[in-house]
């Protein structure tokens, strides 16, 4: 069974532009989460989809933003790059419900120049 | 809101050393807990998860940890660690706030001295 698949690995954009990350959750997950993994700070949740819906995010500014999409992949855009904002984000996906675990992907690495 | 501490952000044991790693978390209500191993170039996988029933809970790689509801604790203990235990722990919950979000810890990074 195939796992969270992240796309593209690595990007690398410059101070200004924006970028798109994409996100597979596995087969029957319907939740998708975002995290932001910077060096020193741990995971900080930035977004949490269900069912096409925004359920929940995190102290991120609005540049910050995605969407669920019907197969529920998902979509993670930040607007208007910062050099604050080169981290890793990783994606995980979860069955809808309680008592669930998160399962993660590989994860983007971006780099902003 | 609930958050996640970990209190020990590098640890450096050497092999066949006993580990305890600790994390406090701050909620009242019922709480779902999980500790995440992230190793070298690896993607984050789940070492072991408390929902209900014991609160001391074996994960894998011979990793169990104990839930203390009063001390709002999740400490995550290894007898005897190994130079492959070598990684990144995150503590992690999911407060039944209504809101369902799944909060972590900064991690602990552990190098194990072979």
Same mark, same amino acid.
């Given at each position: 069974?195939?796992?969270?698949?992240?796309?593209?690995? &690595?990007?690398?954009?410059?101070?200004?532009?924006?970028?798109?990350?994409?996100?597979?959750?596995?087969?029957? &997950?319907?939740?998708?989460?975002?995290?932001?993994?910077?060096?020193?700070?741990?995971?900080?949740?930035?977004?949490?989809?269900?069912?096409?819906?925004?359920?929940?995010?995190? $102290?991120?500014?609005?540049?910050?933003?995605?969407?669920?999409?019907?197969?529920?992949?998902?979509?993670?855009?930040? $607007? %208007?790059?910062?050099?604050?904002?080169? %981290?890793?984000?990783?994606? %995980?996906?979860?069955?809808?419900?309680?008592?669930?675990?998160?399962?993660?992907?590989?994860?983007?690495?971006?780099?902003?120049? | 809101?609930?958050?996640?501490?970990?209190?020990?952000?590098? /640890? @450096? !044991? *050497?092999?066949?050393?006993?580990?305890?790693?600790?994390?406090?978390?701050?909620?009242? +209500?019922? /709480?779902?807990? =999980?500790?995440? /191993?992230?190793?070298? +170039?690896?993607?984050?996988? !789940?070492?072991?998860?408390?929902?209900?029933?014991?609160?001391?809970?074996?994960?894998?790689? +011979? =990793?169990?940890?104990?839930?203390?509801?009063?001390? =709002?604790?999740?400490?995550? #203990?290894?007898? *005897?660690?190994?130079? *492959?235990?070598?990684?990144?722990?995150?503590?992690?919950?999911?407060? #039944?706030?209504?809101?369902?979000?799944? @909060?972590?810890?900064?991690?602990? #990074?552990?190098?194990?001295?072979?």
């Amino acid at each position: 069974e195939a796992g969270v698949t992240q796309s593209p690995t &690595h990007l690398i954009k410059t101070r200004g532009q924006q970028a798109t990350l994409r996100c597979s959750p596995i087969s029957g &997950h319907t939740s998708v989460y975002w995290y932001q993994q910077a060096l020193g700070l741990g995971l900080q949740f930035l977004l949490w989809y269900d069912e096409g819906e925004e359920r929940n995010r995190g $102290n991120f500014p609005p540049r910050f933003s995605g969407r669920q999409f019907p197969n529920y992949s998902s979509e993670l855009n930040v $607007n %208007a790059l910062e050099l604050e904002d080169s %981290a890793l984000y990783l994606c %995980a996906s979860s069955l809808v419900g309680w008592n669930t675990e998160a399962f993660f992907g590989q994860g983007t690495r971006l780099t902003v120049v | 809101a609930q958050s996640v501490s970990q209190h020990n952000h590098h /640890v @450096i !044991l *050497s092999e066949a050393a006993s580990l305890e790693l600790g994390c406090n978390y701050s909620y009242g +209500g019922t /709480v779902n807990l =999980f500790w995440y /191993v992230q190793y070298p +170039g690896q993607h984050l996988q !789940l070492l072991l998860k408390y929902f209900s029933g014991d609160p001391l809970v074996k994960g894998i790689k +011979g =990793f169990e940890a104990e839930f203390i509801k009063s001390k =709002f604790s999740f400490n995550l #203990r290894k007898p *005897s660690v190994q130079w *492959s235990d070598t990684a990144e722990y995150f503590c992690a919950v999911n407060a #039944r706030a209504g809101d369902d979000k799944i @909060i972590f810890g900064k991690g602990t #990074r552990l190098h194990i001295l072979p």
